[in-house]
Nanobody
Framework: QVQLVESGGGLVQAGGSLRLSCASS????????MGWFRQAPGKEREFVAA????????SYKDSVKGRFTISRDNTKNTVTLQMNSLKPEDTAVYYC???????????????WGQGTQVTVSS
C-alpha cells in the first residue's frame, strides 16, 4: 500500500514562491505516475500537474504553465511541485497522488496524500 505525505505548504504573498514535496513509502515509487491536484473552498478538486514514472513526460493545467514545475527523484521516492509567481487564485489544499498512468482525471490515481494548505495573499 502506497502512502503519500505532502509538505511545504504555507502562507505567501502574491508573486512569491513555494515548493511542495510529496514523500512516498510502502510501494514501488518508480512504478507510478504522480500527480498534483488542488481543491479550493467551495470548488471541486482539479488537476494541476502530472509526471510519468521516468520523469521525462509532464503535463500541466493551462493556468499554471510557465509558473509551476513538477519533478521527481526516484532515488528519494519524492515528487516536487515548484510554484512561482503565485496568485491568490492558487489558494487551495494541494494533494499528491499516485497512479498507473499520468492523467488529468483524478480517477486514474489510486493513492492520495492528506493534502497541504497553500494560501496566497493579495
Amino acid at each position: 500500500q502506497v502512502q503519500l505525505v505532502e509538505s511545504g505548504g504555507g502562507l505567501v504573498q502574491a508573486g512569491g514562491s513555494l515548493r511542495l514535496s510529496c514523500a512516498s513509502s510502502g510501494g514501488t515509487f518508480n512504478g507510478y505516475a504522480m500527480g498534483w491536484f488542488r481543491q479550493a473552498p467551495g470548488k471541486e478538486r482539479e488537476f494541476v500537474a502530472a509526471i510519468n514514472w521516468t520523469g521525462r513526460s509532464t503535463s500541466y493545467k493551462d493556468s499554471v504553465k510557465g509558473r509551476f514545475t513538477i519533478s521527481r527523484d526516484n532515488t528519494k521516492n519524492t515528487v516536487t511541485l515548484q510554484m512561482n509567481s503565485l496568485k491568490p487564485e492558487d489558494t487551495a489544499v494541494y494533494y499528491c497522488a499516485a497512479g498507473a498512468n499520468p492523467s488529468v482525471d483524478e480517477k486514474a490515481f489510486n493513492f492520495w496524500g492528506q493534502g497541504t494548505q497553500v494560501t496566497v495573499s493579495s
